[in-house]
């Protein structure tokens, strides 16, 4: 186990994820400068249900993109692993901010073929659906599902419960699941609205040869 300072926000972060943020609180802007000095990692455990989620993603800070006057800061940083939060300390030794001791989770990334091309089928039908067509472009042949868990309409626990589950397999098939239940329901809607906008036009209508 080793100890990382903790930034808990209220959202899930994957491995492999960039994330943007602009940091304002005097314990964070701290945080920041720490993890620039000292070329450490922090962590993000969600902070969900009104309490600090067990899991978290370690994250390393990739740069500070703007300096503000009032000493606020817009960074950059990228998510590289999944971590379990084994003891939280409310405030680490003489900082302002929050600390943990961690315990790295690994992963198991053996994934399905079969399974990921029926996903992608599934995820194509829905951004075309949803008008969200460049996502897909943007996907690589051997994506993981992490990539995508944004993007399918999970709930945030839903995106908890992918950060939770080890198994890239079994992440597949959580993701196939959804996207089951989920994708007849947006077709039918988007049905109902192309019917909508039809009524009122002028329709030229075959009738019936009988």
């Known amino acids: 186990m080793r100890s990382i300072p903790l930034f808990p926000l209220n959202l899930v972060v994957f491995p492999g994820e960039k994330l943007n943020l602009h940091i304002f609180e005097p314990r964070y802007r701290q945080l920041v400068r720490d993890c620039l000095e000292q070329d450490v990692s922090f962590g993000i455990p969600p902070f969900l249900d009104n309490q600090l989620s067990e899991l978290g993603t370690e994250m390393r800070l990739v740069n500070v993109e703007?300096?503000?006057?009032?000493?606020?800061?817009d960074i950059r940083s990228r998510a590289v692993g999944v971590f379990r939060l084994r003891k939280f300390e409310r405030q680490a030794p003489g900082k302002l901010?929050?600390?943990?001791q961690i315990e790295e989770i690994v992963q198991d990334e053996e994934s399905d073929p079969l399974l990921?091309?029926?996903?992608?089928?599934q995820v194509r039908q829905l951004y075309e659906a949803l008008g969200l067509k460049k996502l897909l472009l943007?996907?690589?042949p051997d994506y993981?599902?992490?990539?995508?868990?944004?993007?399918?309409?999970?709930?945030?626990e839903q995106e908890y419960q992918i950060l939770a589950t080890t198994s890239e397999l079994e992440r597949q098939h959580l993701v196939r699941e959804?996207?089951?239940?989920?994708?007849?329901v947006v077709l039918e809607t988007?049905?109902?609205k192309e019917r909508v906008r039809l009524n009122g036009h002028f329709?030229?209508?075959i009738p019936p040869n009988f």
């Open 97 to 100: 901010y929050a600390a943990g």
């Open 178 to 184: 959804h996207l089951d239940r989920t994708l007849p």
């Open 144 to 156: 993981r599902i992490f990539d995508i868990a944004h993007h399918v309409g999970f709930s945030t």
């Open 138 to 140: 943007e996907l690589s």
């Open 203 to 205: 329709k030229e209508l």
């Open 66 to 73: 703007k300096s503000y006057a009032n000493g606020e800061l």
């Open 190 to 192: 988007e049905r109902l």
């Open 116 to 121: 990921r091309q029926i996903i992608t089928a």
